[in-house]
């Protein structure tokens, strides 16, 4: 997918102490430019702050931002920066260091813009795709984190499945957009990335359902359906069929749609990994929760054939595609399909990820047992590291 290149020189820019214009680039502008791979992303966090997230999809250099000072002071800016490709976007947490950056880039004739916002601008991109038109289903992207939640519009009434609080009056604004009134909140599990925005949701509206499986904790809201496997759910004339898929978690529930031949996994399977089975487990039961997972991907989920499409909860931010979706088929072609009980949970327990960050808390908090109000968007930035690292093709 080909897009224009944005103009530095005719993009918003901010002004430095010296007054200089300094050309600044949106977090919207530059994921439309990382579709090209043109941009070289220089990254002046410390390597700690980029070795736990970073911007996927482009050309990459880190140069810790005391580099830069030190340079500006020896006037040797030109030689710290001389082996970086332009044109160059550089990154910072908030887009103040990187500022500064840009202005001694520009001072030696470097073609450079910054990141307006910094990482935190990245974290609250937030991106609509409409995967299908009858019913209406929307995919939402949230590209720094790799977390994906879903609209959808039937005859008048919407359903949101994993909404994130960050981004609550997006699906409303949606759902109104397409005809649809929103009437039920659903989490598919307990997540453990991101807060959940279902209580916040049933807060603002008393016509908003949250609806959790039965085994799922409840919320800290008043009211809160929660549905059984094989239980309808009901959005205008489209039912929504529960499917208990534990594993990743006990109260795990993907969701199939009959009339569009999609399956909501969730966290039960991804497109390019299996989950983690370890994030409720304890040690000891760790081992039990990943054959459970096992035979949910090979016996719960064999009812549905190949051309079933399926959408998940999550993806691998270094995945820059602007959809995430397929044939089950397709991801049947994991290697867990070949394995053997006893291999799969062998493989999946011997390479996974660090858990995310700050997933005890976030978990309290979305169980209801802890509120987090002002530093709820901080506690969730970074990737989502909800898949395993093995069993992919």
């Known amino acids: ?25 949106t977090a919207e502008e530059l994921r439309q430019w990382l579709d090209t791979d043109e941009p070289t992303l220089l990254d002046i966090r410390n390597r700690d702050e980029v070795e736990a997230w970073r911007i996927e999809g482009a050309d990459r250099t880190e140069i810790p931002y005391m580099r830069f000072l030190s340079a500006s002071v020896t006037n040797s800016v030109e030689e710290l920066a001389a082996d970086i490709d332009q044109p160059v976007v550089v990154v910072c947490p908030r887009g103040e260091e ?34 299908d038109t009858e019913p209406v289903l929307i995919q939402y992207d949230r590209p720094s984190s790799g977390c994906l939640s879903y609209l959808l519009v039937s005859d008048g009434e919407a359903a949101v499945i994993d909404p994130l609080r960050a981004f609550v009056d997006r699906y409303r604004a949606d759902a109104a957009e397409h005809g649809g009134t929103l009437v039920s909140a659903i989490d598919t599990h307990l997540h453990a990335d991101h807060i959940s925005g279902l209580s916040l949701l049933a807060e603002q509206s008393e016509s908003v359902e949250p609806i959790v499986s039965t085994k799922t904790a409840m919320r800290g809201v008043e009211r809160v359906s929660t549905v059984d496997a094989g239980e309808p759910i009901t959005v205008g004339t489209t039912s929504i069929e529960p499917i208990a898929a534990p594993g990743h978690t006990s109260g795990m529930t993907a969701l199939y749609v009959a009339d569009l031949d999609l399956l909501l996994t969730g966290d039960g399977l991804f497109i390019e990994h299996v989950p983690r089975p370890d994030l409720e487990a304890d040690a000891a039961d760790v ?13 719960r989920f064999a009812r549905f054939d190949d051309e079933t499409r399926i959408v998940p909860g999550h993806y691998d931010p270094s995945n820059t595609e602007r959809s995430h979706i397929a044939r089950l088929g397709d991801v049947r072609d994991l290697s867990v399909f070949d394995m053997t009980e006893a291999a799969f949970v062998d493989s999946v327990l011997n390479d996974m990820p660090p858990r995310p960050n700050n997933y005890e808390r976030i978990i309290d908090i979305n ?27």
Request: charged share 20%.
């Open 367 to 393: 169980c209801g047992t802890e509120v987090a109000e002002d530093e709820a968007f901080e506690l969730e930035l970074g990737p989502n590291n909800c898949a395993a690292g093995s069993t992919s093709n």
């Open 98 to 131: 990187s500022a500064s950056v840009v202005e001694m880039l520009h001072q030696v004739g470097i073609e450079a813009v910054n990141l307006t916002g910094g990482m935190h601008s990245w974290a609250q991109l937030y991106e609509g795709f409409t995967l």
């Open 287 to 299: 081992r039990d929760a990943a054959r459970t997972l096992y035979r949910t991907l090979t016996d």
């Open 1 to 25: 997918m080909d897009q224009e290149k944005p103009d530095s020189d005719s993009d918003a820019a901010s002004s430095s102490d010296s007054g200089s214009l300094v050309g600044s680039i």
